[in-house]
């Protein structure tokens, strides 16, 4: 699961590199030069010797106005950024990002920032640590996007507009504001069919706990048309959990006793032909031990 968050994330980075720069001017009022356009470098910043150096990501700002010669080479660049995942403490990260600064930098000819995302409160208190050089004045302090910098998408227009920030969204914010699953659904359910696909299988692999079931309730009522593989067993499933409390119900509702050992039973089967039999059983039997004669 851990590479599947960092992997997703930084494809979520990469499918739209304005994003990074959008973050970084609502997260830290950076003011960027003016730019038409924002495109995915080479994520290799390193040189060969020392050994080559790979950030999650690299994003150059583009302005055809600008361009000019660097090392020989004609160039539109006026900014880069580099943009990383971070999960948890990774020591080496501090000797390689003054390092990816400064090769960028050679590179491009034009400021260049490190934005770095951290999906955990704890992730970011330890990227938020300045890396010095021993260079006088040359300290490195990362721009990190903990949960408080990533900003809360909840409207599904909105959402419909920034697909990447509002997955983003969802998945720092939504142990904290269960509602914006819903948000996510409606706003996947604006876009292009095969992206929601993709996004919603990824998050449903990476929620958890309240927000993780909204989810799969949401897929298993089948209200959206976007569905994949991965997510049609959560909508059988969801079925049978809907029949199965349909058993319950109607039992309870006609004041049959339901024991633990029958209410364990119902609850924990899965085929939904069996749940069906039994609730047409439901309607008539005189005790819940007949559901299974």
């Known amino acids: ?13 990469q499918n739209d590199p304005g994003l990074v720069a959008e973050l970084a001017e609502l997260g830290f009022g950076v003011r960027l030069p003016p730019f038409s356009q924002a495109t995915l470098e080479s994520n290799r910043v390193g040189r060969i010797d ?47 990002r003054p390092c990816y600064i400064a090769n960028l930098r050679h590179r491009i000819d034009a400021p260049v ?11 970011a208190a330890w990227a938020r640590r300045a890396i010095p050089t021993g260079h006088p004045g040359f300290t490195l302090e990362p721009l990190v996007l903990g949960p408080a910098e990533v900003p809360v998408v909840a409207d599904p227009d909105a959402f419909a507009e920034s697909p990447e920030l509002g997955v983003l969204s969802a998945l720092v914010h939504a142990d904290d504001d269960v509602d914006l699953v819903d948000v996510m659904m409606e706003g996947l359910d604006k876009i292009d069919p095969s992206r929601a696909e993709i996004y919603t299988q990824f998050v449903m692999a990476l929620l958890s706990g ?29 079925r049978a959990e809907g029949i199965a409390a349909v058993i319950l119900d109607v039992l309870d509702t006609r004041g049959i006793p339901v024991g633990v050992e029958v209410r364990a039973r119902v609850s924990s089967c899965t085929d939904v032909e069996t749940l069906r039999t039994w609730a047409r059983r439901a309607a008539v039997v005189s005790s819940a031990d007949e559901l299974f004669a």
Request: net charge neutral; charged share 30%.
């Open 210 to 238: 309240a927000p993780r079931h909204r989810l799969e309730a949401i897929v298993a009522s089948a209200i959206y048309d976007f569905t994949t593989p991965f997510t049609e067993r959560y909508v059988e499933k969801g």
């Open 1 to 13: 699961m851990p590479k599947i968050e960092h992997e997703f994330m930084t494809e979520l980075l």
């Open 50 to 96: 020392p050994p080559e150096l790979t950030a999650d990501s690299v994003v150059l700002l583009r302005d055809p106005a600008k361009k000019r010669m660097v090392h020989g080479k004609p160039t539109d660049a006026v900014a880069g950024i580099i943009a990383e995942v971070q999960r948890g403490e990774d020591p080496g990260k501090r000797l390689s």
């Open 113 to 123: 920032l490190l934005v770095v995302l951290c999906p955990r409160p704890s992730a």
